[in-house]
């Protein structure tokens, strides 16, 4: 069975891990994705810095080839999202900066660790706009859109300003009903995050659970661009970071 690229997302109270193994496992092991921010207090910066770092001497020349890294901030529903994606940035630059190799920032937009309780539509969809809009101008690249329960609960019908999704749902299968009600299309879809943190997450026949060098509890998701890890190099050249 040919199984999909794989990258894990971690966030600081993962603590550190083993990119050297991560790196050296090889095949389907393609990346990993970084908590940099969250609202417009919280940033991680001695941990991201560190974490960005030995990622990419472990990656070496294979970083932006078939080793990626990412960063991804929280939305605080609660705070003006212009604020938020400026936050983001400056951590980011501060943490090296969106290199060659570096995936389009990822904005997380979900119910979990939300100050204001039972989000409504239209504020979901103002606060991921103001934050995409905003990136997109200082960095020129699109926000890629992450989320699951949250934008389907609350009826999102397209991507909020982001040039691609990438969808929560623990599970074997990713329904075609699934992708639309979270508000894209396969066309657009980079990442399904199947397994999460709980040890009784079940993914797709085939597909691991545990990551190499990241321990037994960290969320990992496929990458389901149409077109693997080629398109994903084009598009990322496509919209080249600045440094």
Known sequence: MTVDPLLVDVYPGDGRKDWHTFAAAGAPWCGAIFKASQGTRYRYDAWLHAERATFAEAAGERHGVDLFDGCYHFLDLAYDGVAQAELFVRVVEASGGERRGTLWGMVDVERGGQSV???SRALVEDRTREFAA???ELTGRTATLYGGE?????GVTDRLGCG???IALYGATLPADVVRRTGTDHEHLLLWQY???DPQTV???GYPLVAPGCGTAVDVSALVLPGGLAVLRAGLWAERPAA
């Open 117 to 119: 309780r039972d989000p």
């Open 164 to 166: 691609r999704s990438a």
């Open 195 to 197: 397994r999460g943190t």
């Open 134 to 136: 905003r990136y997109h």
């Open 203 to 205: 993914g797709p026949a």
């Open 150 to 154: 949250l934008l389907r609960a609350v």
